[in-house]
């Protein structure tokens, strides 16, 4: 593992009851400070590929190399980790009756014990919480409940909650997969902005080919489990495109260009 990485996968593969290879062997090198896309079509493997990063879904072959922790292989180093590592989730998993303030609270939770989590959270941890909202401009919600607010905005206190764990690494499943293409530009870029100054690595997966360009670093391209393209944004061209959107699979009859 090299200086600069954050995460190693090495033949990391995931079966699904025991039968569907959903990932194989996939070996892949995440860097400290960035924002890279995970792109592939639908059941290419994007949210197990996020998932198993942090055992969500436990990889069934290979291993997870973490800076500073080392091999994740026990259930310290698991909590550690993901302590240390925020999720935001295409439907955003907010408790929607709940107020953006409290939500982003959930993010505190991994700094205390279980049993001191079913207390009332410190000021402090309530600051911190206030403090990521006003990062995503929703400083005047703090107090509405969720179920108030629109879908980009529920995105954003998804974004506060991953942040108020303050994490070195950002796992992103699809979060504009539910948004109009101005939310998902405005959510997009304040994700990169925030990670970006704060140092945060983030791996988000999409499946919209040009937002990817736009946005990241480094694009992996994903197609049935296996990946088919890992560089700069810049040098993903249009054969890589085919592999990553086998178009007859996905859509008989139909061309790239119309999928895309
Ligand atoms: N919990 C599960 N049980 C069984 N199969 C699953 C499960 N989750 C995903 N799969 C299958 O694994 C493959 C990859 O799925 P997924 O990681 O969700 O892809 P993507 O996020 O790119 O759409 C698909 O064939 C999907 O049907
Ligand atoms: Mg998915």
């Known amino acids: 593992m090299d200086k600069s990485a954050i995460v190693c996968l090495e033949k990391v593969g995931v079966t699904y009851q025991h039968r569907l290879f959903a990932l194989k062997s996939i070996s892949l090198q995440l860097n400290r400070g960035e924002f890279a896309v995970v792109l592939g079509a639908s059941g290419a493997g994007k949210s197990t590929l996020l998932r198993t990063i942090n055992h969500l879904t436990p990889p069934t072959q290979g291993r997870i190399i973490v800076d500073g922790l080392g091999e994740l292989s026990n259930s310290h180093r698991l909590r550690s980790h993901r302590k240390q590592t925020g999720m935001i989730f295409q439907q955003h998993q907010l408790i929607e009756r709940c107020s953006a303030l409290d939500n982003v609270m959930m993010g505190r939770l991994a700094y205390h014990s279980f049993w001191r989590s079913l207390l009332p959270l410190p000021q402090s941890d309530q600051k911190i919480a206030l403090q990521c909202l006003d990062r995503v401009n929703l400083i005047d919600k703090a107090l509405t409940p969720v179920k108030k607010l629109s879908g980009g905005q529920k995105q954003r206190v998804g974004i506060a909650r991953a942040l108020a764990q303050h994490p070195q690494l950002m796992l992103a499943d699809e979060p504009i997969a539910s948004l109009d293409p101005a939310s998902s530009h ?23 080919v040009e937002f990817a360009r736009e946005y990241s670093d480094r694009i992996i391209g994903l197609a049935r489990g296996r990946i088919v393209f890992d560089g700069p944004s810049s040098k993903l061209e249009r054969h890589h495109l085919e592999e990553i959107y086998p178009v007859e699979e996905i859509y008989p009859g139909r061309s790239l260009q119309a999928v895309i």
């Open 186 to 208: 405005q959510i997009l870029s304040l994700l990169r902005t925030i990670c970006k100054t704060d140092g945060i690595s983030t791996l988000l997966s999409l499946h919209q």
